[in-house]
Nanobody
């Protein structure tokens, strides 16, 4: 059974930091592309960051570039998102996703497996 289990997140003040982690099992373990998306209330799910199979290539949305860092540890089957300099507009439910492609898609429908979602709330 495919599983992406997320942990981390929570509440932070503006300018603060939080981290997210996602542990993969099942077929998600062999997914070359891993990513983070987020969805704020009343908004569509949006791309945040993606990383390729060996961590050599990453992609970030303009809104988080320079503040967030995506990484992966294949030995532990985990992908992480370090979020620094948080802003209130970063408040959303964050989702881990896995795609069976060597590209780094930005569209949610190109991802095959999803985590359960984790709330991140940034207060001003």
């Amino acid at each position: 059974q495919v599983q992406l289990v997320q942990s981390g997140g929570g509440l932070a003040q503006a300018g603060g930091s939080l981290s997210l982690s996602c542990e993969a099992s099942g077929r998600a373990v062999s997914s070359p592309a891993m990513a983070w998306f987020r969805q704020a209330p009343g908004k569509e799910r949006e791309f945040v960051a993606a990383i390729n199979w060996n961590g050599a290539n990453t992609d970030y949305s303009e809104s988080v570039k320079g503040r967030f860092t995506i990484s992966r540890d294949n030995a532990k089957n985990t992908v992480s998102l370090q979020m620094n300099s948080l802003k209130p507009e970063d408040t959303a439910v964050y989702y881990c996703a896995a795609a069976r492609t060597f590209l780094l898609p930005r569209l949610a429908h190109e991802y095959n497996d999803w985590g359960q979602g984790t709330q991140v709330t940034v207060s001003s």
